[in-house]
């Protein structure tokens, strides 16, 4: 059986890269009726922050945890448990400072995990989630695409692929809908503009 990761990262319920999200997850749901998905809203619960307990606990064997450290370690273990489970990710991201949310980069803190998700071998750093394809869908109130004036500020697409190439994931595909600010003057119609995405959205996904 198929499992979907599906999360979100954007603060506000009615965002554009939540509808996207929304799409690819029905599309997915379609072609793969017998198939599973995991939610992960990280606006609903927010991780928390690493701190010193939490690289403590990390950096000790699992043998030798105490039952303070197991704890601190519950929530990370669960994520990267959900990443482990599932074969596909479609992740929501929306814009903020050129750059991913803060609730995403708490939880690529907490996913981020030697001897789960990447490890050091004799050539360096191998990830650990290989054979797992992740599908990105970004909102921005610019356009950022390759080629224009404001290129140079779209920070998302090459972090996210360090990151998820860092632990294993090098099948990423990005679906971007550039310029969502003009949607707020109110002058541009929401289904008319995302309609060329959603189509994009639902062909991956199928």
């Known amino acids: 059986m198929l499992t979907l990761l599906h999360l979100d990262s954007s603060p506000l319920a009615g965002s554009v890269s ?3 999200t929304r799409e690819y997850v029905a599309a997915w749901k379609a072609a793969h009726p017998g198939g599973a998905v995991i939610d992960r809203d990280l606006a609903a619960a927010p991780p928390p922050p690493i701190d010193a307990e939490w690289i403590g ?27 482990e489970r599932a074969d596909e990710y479609v992740i929501g991201v929306a814009m903020h400072n050129f750059s991913i949310p803060t609730l995403l980069r708490l939880w690529i803190d907490q996913i981020a995990r030697k001897g789960r998700t990447f490890t050091y071998g004799v050539n360096g750093p191998q990830g650990l989630l290989r054979g797992k394809k992740a599908t990105i869908v970004v909102a921005s109130g610019g356009v ?19 990151i998820f190439g860092f632990v294993g994931v090098t099948d990423v595909t990005f679906v971007t809908a550039g310029g969502t600010a003009s949607l707020q003057s109110g002058k541009v119609d929401r289904k008319s503009f995302l309609q060329p995405v959603v189509e994009q959205v639902r062909s991956l996904a199928a």
């Open 57 to 83: 606990a990390v950096y000790t064997p699992t043998e030798a945890l105490t039952p303070e450290q197991a704890k601190t370690l519950a929530l990370s273990d669960e994520l990267v448990g959900e990443l």
């Open 18 to 20: 939540r509808e996207l």
């Open 144 to 162: 950022y695409a390759p080629g224009t004036p404001a290129a140079s500020m779209n920070h998302i697409e090459p972090y996210l692929k360090t």
